[in-house]
């Protein structure tokens, strides 16, 4: 009677233990795999970068131990010994103690974690680094990051964890190509001489015999430039003993008038003389 109940009871136990590891592995699959990802960069040749390594969907780790092959072309910062200092750790490491290795015959970087109590839950990034691109490096080069195998990945109760990786690479990005636009600009001065206006002054005298006759002929031209010129032509006065009488000329040639008119008058004076 005993014996029946101890096998009954040790085979409740069994299943009981049964359901828990088959209820832990489906937990542990509805959560998903951790995924740590390289990034990827485009940089200039001869350019510092920082690079870095990410980590998603942290469902919890303490201990952990991940490596980086880098392409040899490439040149790691901060590098003394065997080791990179200091660890430029990110959120994705909170409350770890971290480490970061270097190996420089292998092209390898060592990241690794232990930790303190409480596991480590947050997403982000992981650690930082400084790389610098080579100098003669060309446009579309690409140099290979490759995140190698984990080589451990457990929680504070020593429970490992699911993951996945995502290598990354650094690009030489082709230089932008702009077209510039030539713009030429023409300016046209119009420049005009601009004449003097020039005035023409004609005067005719026909002596006369017993009546005093003055003819005076003027013609004025003004000349400008373009279409706003003005010609003021035919400006004529004529005295033939009525009318106007013209105003008295001065210089040479008014003196001759005078002198003409002198001699006329003294002859008409002689002639009635004489008639008398």
């Not at 451990?152 to 990786?165: D, F, G, I, P, R």
């Not at 690009?171 to 030429?184: N, V, W, Y």
């Amino acid at each position: 009677m005993s014996i029946s109940i101890f096998k009954k009871a040790a085979a409740f136990v069994c299943g009981a233990a049964t359901m828990l590891s088959l209820s832990a592995a489906l937990f542990a699959s509805a959560e998903g795999p951790m995924v740590f990802t390289a990034d990827q960069v485009y940089a200039k040749p001869g350019e510092t970068v920082s690079y870095s390594v990410s980590l998603s969907n942290n469902s919890g780790y303490a201990a952990s131990g991940l490596s980086l092959i880098f392409d040899e072309r490439l040149e790691i910062q901060n590098v003394e010994g065997r080791y990179i200092k200091p660890v430029d750790a990110g959120p994705a490491a909170s409350g770890l103690n971290t480490t970061l290795g270097y190996n420089s015959g292998k092209h390898q970087i060592g990241w690794s974690t232990m930790g303190s109590g409480d596991d480590c839950t947050q997403d982000g990034i992981l650690y930082t680094i400084k790389v610098k691109v080579p100098d003669d490096a060309k446009a579309d080069d690409t140099f290979v990051m490759d995140l190698g195998e984990i080589s451990q990945l457990v929680n504070s109760a020593k429970e490992a964890k699911t993951y996945e990786l995502v290598d990354g690479w650094i690009k030489i990005k082709a230089p932008e190509t702009t077209t510039s636009e030539e713009t030429t600009t023409t300016t046209t001065t119009s420049s005009s001489s601009s004449e003097e206006p020039t005035t023409t002054t004609t005067i005719s005298q026909e002596p006369g015999t017993g009546d005093s006759s003055d003819t005076t002929d003027t013609t004025t031209t003004v000349s400008g430039e373009g279409s706003g010129a003005t010609d003021a032509t035919d400006a004529t006065s004529n005295n033939n003993g009525g009318g106007d009488v013209p105003g008295p000329k001065t210089g040479e040639t008014g003196a001759a008038l005078a002198i003409a008119g002198l001699l006329t008058a003294a002859g008409a004076a002689y002639a009635i003389r004489r008639k008398h």
